[in-house]
């Protein structure tokens, strides 16, 4: 019996029905109860994603669409979290003082086009 390869190619579909996922080093992995392991994936270059694909995505993936690719994206670092964090109270508060609209943080979704939907670390509309 021949084992099967820990690199695999995914499809879009199979994306859709893997279950717990990481990523490491900008590589997703899962595990694969078929093969009964955890496997290393990439994302099929060969097609071209919308967003309504991106919308059929897990709600937690860790993925932006840019220019029709399905791009992972790491989770940032603490300094990062830290900046973050501070512009948005200071920008949340300066817009509620002045009744100006609403400040999201991230993950919210923002559809730019059919191909580009991005996850802003912070936005206000």
């Known amino acids: ?3 099967k390869p820990l690199f695999i190619e995914l499809t879009f579909e199979g994306l859709l029905n893997r279950g717990h996922y990481g990523i490491i080093n900008n590589q997703l992995v899962y595990y694969n109860h078929e093969l009964g392991k955890f496997v290393i994936t990439q994302i099929s270059k060969k ?3 919308t967003a309504n694909d991106y919308a059929r995505l897990p709600e937690s993936a860790p993925i932006q669409l840019l220019n029709g690719k399905l791009i992972f994206m790491p989770a940032p670092k ?3 979290q830290r ?3 501070k512009l948005t109270r200071f920008i949340d508060n300066f817009v509620e003082e002045k009744n100006a609209g609403e ?3 991230a993950p919210t ?3 730019f ?3 580009n939907m991005v996850q802003p670390d912070l936005l206000f509309v």
């Open 1 to 3: 019996m021949s084992e």
């Open 83 to 85: 900046i973050s964090r």
């Open 109 to 111: 979704d923002v559809k």
């Open 78 to 80: 603490i300094n990062h």
């Open 47 to 49: 097609q071209k994603y």
């Open 103 to 105: 400040v999201f943080f």
């Open 113 to 115: 086009d059919d191909s």
